[in-house]
C-alpha cells in the first residue's frame, strides 16, 4: 500500500491492471499487478493515482476489500510520518510496533451494518510479527538508520497538529505521527490480513523544530527518503 511519495513502484513488471468494486464503494485507483524483485506484488495507491485524496476522505474499507480480492495475502504499509521521539529524524525509517488511534468520523470497520456478524478483533498488537521481522532484516542489511520499533500516532487530518497535541501525544508514548495509519490497520485484521508499516520520517513534528512545517520540507526529506523505501521493498521481497 503506498503512501504520500510513492504513487508509482518504478521497476514493477506489470501484469495487469485491475479496476475493482467493492461493496464499500471503489479503491482509491487501479490496482497494479505484478512482480517487483522477484516477488508478487499487487500495488495499490492509497491516495490515489496521482496523489489526490486527503487522508480522511480515503476509502480504506474499499482499499483493503480490494487488496484481499485481488488476493493479497499480507499488506506491507508505507506511511510518511512526522517525527516526535528525538531519534526520529527526517528521513530515518521506522518500523512500528504499537498504534494509538486519534482518528475521529471515519468508516473504521467492515461489522457496522451486519449486526448478527459483530466482532471484536483482538487488536492487542497491531502489527503482525512475522513481517515486521522481514522488514527489520531488509533495513539492517542495507544499513539504513531506522527503529525496530516505535508507537504510531494517527491522527486526523488533513491540518498538522499544534504543538501542544504532539505534546500530548508523546505523553501517550507516541514516537511517530500519520495521518493514514488508521483505521487501515484495524480493517486489515477484521479481514485477517497481516499488515505491518514503514514508516518514512519526513518532517519534525509540530514544536519540535524552530520554525513552521513547509509542505516544501515534507517534499523534499520524501524525495530523498523514498529511493530507501523503495530499496527496502526490494530487499524484503527478494529475502
Ligand atoms: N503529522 C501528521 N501526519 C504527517 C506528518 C505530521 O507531522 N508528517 C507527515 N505526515
Same mark, same amino acid.
Given at each position: 500500500m503506498g503512501g504520500t511519495g510513492l504513487t508509482q513502484l518504478e521497476g514493477l513488471t506489470l501484469d495487469g491492471v485491475l479496476t475493482l468494486e467493492t461493496p464499500y464503494g471503489a479503491p482509491s485507483a487501479d490496482i497494479l499487478k505484478g512482480r517487483f524483485a522477484g516477488g508478487d506484488v499487487l500495488f495499490l495507491a492509497r491516495h490515489g493515482m496521482p496523489h489526490r485524496i486527503a487522508p480522511h476522505r480515503i476509502n480504506y474499507r474499499a482499499n483493503l476489500w480490494a487488496l484481499r480480492a485481488a488476493g493479497a495475502d499480507a499488506v506491507l504499509a508505507v506511511n510518511a510520518v512526522g517525527g516526535i521521539?528525538?531519534?526520529?529524524?527526517?528521513g530515518h525509517l521506522c518500523v512500528p510496533h504499537q498504534l494509538i488511534d486519534y482518528t475521529?468520523?471515519?468508516? @473504521?470497520? +467492515?461489522?457496522q451494518d451486519e449486526l448478527e456478524h459483530v466482532t471484536h478483533i483482538d487488536?492487542? @498488537?497491531? +502489527?503482525d510479527d512475522a513481517i515486521r521481522t522481514r522488514l527489520i532484516s531488509a533495513l539492517a542489511e542495507e544499513g539504513f538508520a531506522h527503529s525496530s520499533h516505535g508507537v504510531y500516532g494517527a491522527t486526523q487530518g488533513p491540518r498538522l497538529e499544534t504543538a501542544a497535541e504532539i505534546v500530548r501525544m508523546e505523553r501517550d508514548g507516541c514516537d511517530i505521527v500519520g495521518m493514514t495509519g488508521m483505521p487501515e490497520a484495524a480493517l486489515a485484521r477484521e479481514l485477517t490480513l497481516p499488515y505491518a508499516c514503514l514508516a518514512l520520517v519526513v518532517n519534525p513534528a509540530a514544536g519540535k523544530a524552530s520554525g513552521p512545517i513547509t509542505m516544501a520540507g515534507i517534499e523534499l526529506a520524501l524525495g530523498e527518503g523514498i529511493g530507501k523505501v523503495k530499496t527496502t521493498l526490494a530487499r524484503f521481497l527478494a529475502g
Open positions: 521521539h528525538a531519534a526520529m529524524g527526517s475521529w468520523g471515519r468508516e @473504521h470497520s +467492515y461489522f487488536f492487542s @498488537h497491531p +502489527y
